[in-house]
């Protein structure tokens, strides 16, 4: 399997000890999930270092997995940790359809989550979002609006605003 890595910021670029580390910390993913090519996006932020992959996987199922530390070495360690829970969840159970099948049986809604949205601005809440490892954040804007941030599968943030 290849990676190819993506350089959004961080001092110094991506050294080869940096590449040979992430592969061989995520290189079951092309055995695992039949791909050939993942692609690996390290961004500098203030507080440390992001990882994020996203891959189609063998049966056209899309892949995204995003984590965040103070370094790039530990963020490649809880990434690989979050794949491997994955792929943990995924045992015993039946195997995913195929996005071109998907309209054979309707999916199953199976957890429910209940919060609470906080007021804060845009950056306050990429800045939670960030720290907590999510790919979304629900809060409340400036407007006391429902807001939901969330990463777009290119790497940058998007939002939506409840009206």
């Known amino acids: 399997m290849k990676i190819l890595f993506i350089d959004r910021g961080i001092g110094g670029g991506i050294s080869s000890a940096m ?4 592969e061989k910390k995520l290189g079951f993913c092309g055995e695992f999930f039949g791909v050939e090519e993942l ?5 500098g932020e203030k507080l440390g270092i992001e990882v994020s992959t996203r891959f189609i996987g063998e049966s056209n199922h899309h892949f995204y997995f995003t984590r965040f530390a103070r370094d790039y070495y530990s963020a490649i360690d809880l990434l690989e940790d979050q ?3 994955a792929l943990e969840a995924r045992k015993g159970r039946p195997a ?5 099948h ?3 049986e ?4 199976v957890k429910e989550k209940h919060i609470i949205a906080s007021q804060m601005d845009i950056d306050e809440a990429r800045q939670e979002m960030l720290e907590l490892g999510h ?7 400036d407007d006391n609006d429902i807001a ?3 990463r777009r599968y290119d790497g940058d943030l998007g939002v939506i605003v409840v009206k």
């Open 19 to 22: 590449k040979e580390y992430a």
């Open 39 to 43: 692609k690996l996006t390290v961004t």
């Open 83 to 85: 794949i491997h829970s």
């Open 96 to 100: 995913l359809r195929d996005s071109k």
């Open 102 to 104: 998907s309209d054979e």
């Open 106 to 109: 309707p999916l199953l809604v």
């Open 135 to 141: 790919s979304w954040f629900v809060f409340r804007n």
């Open 148 to 150: 939901v941030l969330y």
